[in-house]
C-alpha cells in the first residue's frame, strides 16, 4: 500500500471494526475528563526549557478512556487504556501529552495500522486475514505478550501505568538535545482483576471508582521520561527501547472531575503533535500522521474543521 494512507482511510478502518462513530471520538470514544495540576523537578528544567517544566504548579486537564471506538463498551472489558493530559502554560498556550497502557504500538507505520485494522474486520474470514497479516507482518508476533499486558482490565484507572508511544526531543537552555518516550506511573501501584472479577463489574466501573477515590484526595502519577540509548529508534513506535536511564521529570496530582470542558460546542483534542518551545516530536510517521487523524476524528464527531493549532 506504501505510504498512501490517507485520515479518512483510517478513519474508515476503525469503522469497520465497530469504532468511530458520528459525536465520538473515533478511539478512545467512551472517557473522562479531569482537572489537576502538574509540578515538575528541578531534573525536568535540567533536560528542557519548555515553560511547564520550570518547577511552577501548571494547571492540567487529563482524560481517562477506553481504548475502543465504542462509546458504550463495559469497562470490565479486556482493551487498551489511556490517559492524556493537557497542560496550560503561563501564556495560555497548551501543550498535550498521550500515552496508554500499551508499551508499544502495534505497527511502525501509519499503513501497516490501518492494514491490520482491516483484516480485524468482523467476518467469518477474519481469522484467515489475521493469519495472513501476521506472516506478512511476523514481527507483531513479538509485540502479542506486550499487547495481551496492555489489555489487562486495571482494578482502577489509578492503578496502571500508561506509556507515550514515541520519542520526542527535549532541548535544554544550553542547547543540548536528548530523546525521550513518556512513562506515567501511578503512586498507588499496579492492581488488575481476574477475568472473572471484571465481568461482574459495573459497565462504568473504572469512572465510578476513580471519583470514589478523589473524594478521599488527589490521586497522583509520576512522569518519568526514558532517555533513548545510541541504538534506540526515535521514529518507529513497535520498537522497544534497550535504554533502562530513567529521570523522573514532575508529579501530576488529579483533584476531580472537569465540569467545564466539551460542553456546548467546546472541542478538546489531545494531540502529541501540539508541543512547546524546549519539546521537539520526532519524525516517527505515526506520530505526524496521528494529528491529521485526530482532525478527521473531530470533523466526524462534530462536523467541524479543526482550524487552528494542525501543525503542517
Do not use: C
Amino acid at each position: 500500500m506504501g505510504d498512501t494512507v490517507t485520515p479518512d482511510d483510517a478513519i474508515d478502518a476503525i469503522r469497520g471494526t465497530g469504532g468511530a462513530r458520528p459525536g465520538y471520538r473515533a478511539l478512545h470514544a467512551k472517557g473522562t475528563l479531569y482537572g489537576g495540576t502538574f509540578t515538575a523537578t528541578p531534573e525536568a528544567a535540567k533536560l528542557s526549557r519548555a515553560k511547564h517544566l520550570d518547577g511552577s504548579a501548571i494547571p492540567a486537564l487529563i482524560r481517562f478512556s477506553n481504548g475502543s471506538g465504542n462509546p458504550e463498551q463495559r469497562d470490565g472489558l479486556p482493551g487498551v487504556r489511556g490517559m492524556a493530559v493537557k497542560f496550560t502554560l503561563p501564556d495560555g498556550s497548551t501543550t498535550d501529552l498521550s500515552a496508554q497502557t500499551a508499551r508499544l504500538f502495534i505497527s511502525s507505520t501509519p499503513d501497516g495500522f490501518v492494514d491490520l485494522l482491516k483484516a480485524m474486520r468482523p467476518s467469518p474470514t477474519t481469522p484467515l486475514r489475521l493469519a495472513r497479516y501476521f506472516v506478512t507482518h511476523p514481527r507483531l508476533l513479538g509485540a502479542l505478550p506486550v499487547l495481551r499486558d496492555a489489555s489487562r482490565v486495571p482494578a482502577s484507572y489509578a492503578a496502571t501505568e500508561y506509556h507515550g508511544l514515541h520519542a520526542f526531543r527535549w532541548l535544554s537552555a544550553d542547547g543540548n538535545a536528548r530523546f525521550v518516550r513518556y512513562h506515567l506511573i501511578p503512586a498507588a501501584g499496579e492492581e488488575y482483576l481476574s477475568a472473572p472479577a471484571a465481568k461482574g463489574r459495573d459497565p462504568d466501573f473504572l469512572t465510578d471508582e476513580l471519583n470514589t477515590r478523589l473524594a478521599s484526595g488527589p490521586v497522583q502519577f509520576s512522569f518519568r521520561v526514558q532517555l533513548a540509548g545510541p541504538k534506540d529508534s526515535t521514529i518507529d513506535p513497535s520498537a522497544r527501547w534497550q535504554s533502562t536511564d530513567t529521570v523522573t521529570v514532575g508529579t501530576l496530582d488529579i483533584t476531580g472531575l472537569d465540569t467545564e470542558r466539551e460542553r456546548g460546542d467546546d472541542i478538546v483534542v489531545f494531540d502529541p503533535m501540539r508541543v512547546t518551545d524546549g519539546i521537539e516530536p520526532s519524525d516517527d510517521p505515526v506520530l505526524r500522521f496521528r494529528t491529521y487523524a485526530y482532525s478527521a476524528s473531530v470533523k466526524l464527531r462534530t462536523g467541524v474543521d479543526r482550524g487552528p493549532g494542525l501543525r503542517p
